[in-house]
């Protein structure tokens, strides 16, 4: 029978140690990424002026009665807007522009702004982020 | 200038640069930030990282140097790391390392860009909050673990604790042994130390690093990004930049 040596025996059990390590890593923070991203609710006065409102996690565009809520995060990688330009929405990291309901105007990105659903509670709107 | 003596003149002035003790240096900045590190994170509140720093810069000039201090010698630290990074490539004696050291010092890379951004994170500003989430959706696009990498690096959105863990630990402890281990010495030479500790403390002293109050709507990455942040700037298939950044610390 071939001897190993103390320090082969410390390195093999050592590499055959990594790989459940690995799967434990994996699944802890795929379990707590999971239980953070769940839907997120906001719920915010429904006073907006017509046009266009810009807040922390979402931009509200008002026309009368109609609105429509966008996530702020750009599609691209996901800096949040917080401005316009020329009647284009801007992100400000790397330049993508969306129209006003929400799809690319120019690139990088290239896909539209995600829309949010949102539900009206008297002078309430509740926005459903996920 | 006659060609030639021009030619020699900046060989001369490359042998001449290079001839400076840059790992020596890199080692005393990076000691200098560490021990800098300390005493910034006495009045710094990883709760509110913008506030505390605001604060700080209005009412506390002692710590204002800790953090011009902290700041510098870490830009010191990364110039002269890949400056001394270059000069290995460029006398070819990084084969003087055994395998396994060189891997690790490899891997390093990655802890010393990631300290970095990470210091850039921590000020909690409109650049820094613009930073972590580019990083974030850069993490996620990495195939099948992306989530778990950008989990396990960033944490969860608009917590700043696991960052802060990983920029005053984690990553702090892997490059200090990476850099004991390869460069053999437990301290950097008193005399480079003092020098640079001098530059350093000159700079911190007229120079005082900005935050983003988020009035300006242009967002500004760290300078060492400007690279990459410009071909994000040009490329949607983000994937294709983590490929390429995968392949040079492959076959580096």
New interface residues.
């Given amino acids: 029978m071939k001897l190993v040596s103390r320090r082969e025996f410390f390195k093999n059990f050592f590499i055959s140690l990594s790989l459940p390590l690995a799967w434990i890593w994996y699944s802890t923070t795929r379990r707590s990424n999971e239980v953070s991203i769940h839907t997120k609710k906001t719920v915010i006065d429904n006073d907006f002026p017509n046009g266009i409102t810009f807040n922390e996690n979402f931009i509200v565009i008002k026309q009368n009665s109609s609105i429509k809520i966008f996530s702020s995060k750009c599609s691209h990688l996901g800096c949040r807007i917080k401005g316009t330009e020329q009647n284009d929405l801007v992100c400000p990291c790397h330049g993508s522009r969306y129209n006003f309901n929400g799809d690319v105007v120019k690139g990088p990105a290239q896909n539209s702004l995600k829309l949010l659903e949102f539900k009206r509670d008297g002078n309430k709107l509740i926005v459903y982020e996920s | 200038m006659n060609p030639e003596r021009k030619k020699y003149r900046i060989q001369f002035l490359l042998e001449w640069f290079f001839a400076r003790p840059l790992g020596q240096i890199a080692f005393s900045s990076f000691l200098i930030a560490v021990v800098s590190g300390i005493f910034l994170a006495i009045p710094f509140d990883i709760k509110n990282p913008y506030d505390s720093i605001s604060l700080i810069l209005l009412t506390n000039p002692g710590a204002v140097f800790f953090r011009n201090l902290h700041y510098w010698s870490a830009q010191v630290f990364f110039i002269s790391t890949i400056l001394h990074i270059i000069d290995h490539f460029r006398r070819k004696t990084e084969k003087k390392l055994t395998n396994g050291v060189w891997l690790r010092v490899t891997i390093s890379i990655f802890f010393m860009f990631f300290v970095m951004i990470s210091g850039f994170i921590l000020k909690g500003d409109a650049d820094a909050?613009?930073a972590l989430?580019?990083l974030?959706?850069?993490f996620e696009q990495i195939p099948f673990?992306g989530?778990?990498i950008s989990?396990?690096f960033l944490g969860?959105?608009r917590d700043y604790q696991l960052i802060y863990v990983h920029h005053i630990a984690i990553a702090t402890i892997i490059l200090w042994i990476v850099i004991v281990e390869h460069s053999k010495i437990l301290w950097a030479e008193i005399k480079v130390f003092v020098y640079t500790l001098i530059f350093v403390a000159i700079i911190s002293f007229m120079f005082v690093p900005s935050l983003h109050d988020g009035k300006s709507?242009?967002?500004k990455g760290p300078w060492y990004f400007v690279g990459l942040?410009e071909v994000?700037?040009?490329?949607?298939q983000?994937q294709l930049v983590l490929i390429f950044i995968f392949l040079l610390f492959l076959f580096d």
């Avoid at chain 2, 994000?232 to 949607?236: N, P, Y």
């Fill in positions: 909050e613009q989430r580019i974030k959706s850069l673990i989530s778990t989990y396990s969860r959105e709507p242009i967002v942040q994000l700037h040009w490329i949607s983000t």
